[in-house]
């Protein structure tokens, strides 16, 4: 009893001997006991080398040879390698709680837009967010014990920062980054695209400023769920290295498309291009077509058809105008009436009798303000009446493209 009362002393002094040592250092933001366990096997390193005679190493011990332990030696001894073997265990699973992270192994796919992670079962992600260069950060929450988030389609040539946040509270955000790869100054610049005649398409760009002589580039285009993808079939090239693309089936073409330039080169790693292009802003509208004009003793009255595109949906409401009449001889300055978005397809003016031959055209824009269609062939009217003629026996002259 004694000796049991003993060794529990003996933990406990040496325990409150360490406790007090540190007692104003502040609190610990670890709470499972890990470091005040080291400066306890320091003291009872100490009480080992004062109080038992022993083996390092295998070097001698300070007893000497066929010496017999005495009970209380032993007895010391064992209440040491108690106390020691305790505080090991404590250190080791304190180790485990704090620091046993499981591996969630977070990994991005740019085609899917896809984050996802290896499912852990004592891990749930509670938010997954990525902070976009232009846009910001944009948030996500996993559906149900989903282990991936799928963002909308962004750019990411300027990269990416992805976090995670999971249900443990005293564990720091994941954070992991996408890169664009490559050499700076290497990816394809100055983009563009146009879809014209609602039946093709063509993109160009221009070889980067620090793009190796071998550079050679690829154009992909996905529809805007990510869904489905295309190489461009038909590029056009200088020098040898392609710098745009011919597209005649536009069936894939979604009203928001991605587009991603890469390229490969034996010099350099290429960096990519990509950007996200609504049909508003690349077709370029068709000339209207069928103009008509018909005119009487004062006015003539100008009709026409909207232009066909590829968007099938527009109303009278997207669309603007813009005429431009003449002379024939250009005697006359020309006038250049807009016809603005809700109007009809029809524009009337004052043109009063006698008068010289005229040309109209007619060219069409989205209203949201977006680039001029390209002009319609000019339309030639005219009307001279002769003497006696009654109204009813005018000519109305009616032109058709």
């Known amino acids: 009893m004694k000796e049991g009362r003993r060794r529990r002393d003996r933990c406990e002094n040496l325990g409150k001997r360490n406790s007090g040592s540190h007692a104003e250092e502040g609190p610990s933001l670890q709470t499972s006991g890990v470091e005040q366990s ?13 109080t038992s005679p022993h083996t390092c190493g295998g070097s001698s011990m300070a007893r000497p040879a066929g010496s017999p332990m005495g009970p209380q030696v032993k007895a ?28 969630l192994n977070v990994r991005f796919d740019p085609w899917k837009m896809n984050l996802s992670w290896d499912c852990q079962e004592n891990v749930t992600v509670v938010t997954c967010q990525m902070v976009h260069k232009e846009k910001g950060p944009v948030t996500k929450k996993p559906k149900g014990k989903a282990c991936y988030c799928t963002f909308a389609t962004y750019d990411l040539h300027r990269g990416a920062t992805f976090v995670i946040t999971v249900n443990d509270t005293s564990r720091e955000p994941i954070i992991e980054t996408y890169a664009n790869p490559g050499e700076e100054g290497t990816a394809a610049q100055n983009f563009s695209c146009a879809v014209r005649n609602a039946s093709f398409m063509n993109c160009t760009w221009a070889k980067g400023p620090a793009a190796p002589e071998d550079v050679q580039y690829f154009l992909y285009i996905q ?6 993808g295309t190489e461009c079939p038909q590029y056009t090239e200088r020098s040898g290295t392609h710098v745009g693309c011919h597209l005649q089936d536009l069936s894939e073409l979604d009203f928001y498309s991605y587009f991603l330039v890469n390229g490969t080169s034996q010099q350099a790693g290429i960096q990519f291009f990509d950007t996200i292009l609504s049909l508003n802003e690349i077709e370029r509208y068709s000339p209207p077509h069928n103009i008509t004009v018909r005119c009487n003793q004062s006015h003539c009255l100008i009709q026409w058809e909207k232009p066909r595109l590829l968007q099938k949906h527009l109303s009278d409401g997207d669309f603007q105008f813009q005429l431009d009449i003449r002379t024939a001889d250009n005697t006359q300055p020309s006038e250049n009436p807009l016809v603005p978005a809700g109007s009809g397809t029809r524009y009337t003016f004052v043109s009063p009798q006698p008068r010289a031959k005229h040309t109209v055209r007619i060219r069409a824009a989205n209203a949201r303000g977006h680039t001029w269609g390209d002009w319609s062939q000019p339309v030639a009217f005219a009307r001279t009446p002769h003497a006696g003629t009654t109204k009813e026996k005018q000519k109305k002259i009616n032109v058709t493209l």
């Open 38 to 50: 080291t400066p306890v096997l320091e003291n009872l390193a100490k009480a080992w080398r004062n």
């Open 76 to 103: 010391v001894l064992l209440s040491v390698l108690l106390c020691l073997a305790v505080l090991l265990t404590q250190q080791d699973q304190g180790s485990r709680s704090e620091k046993h992270i499981p591996y």
């Open 223 to 228: 529809d805007g769920k990510r869904s489905k």
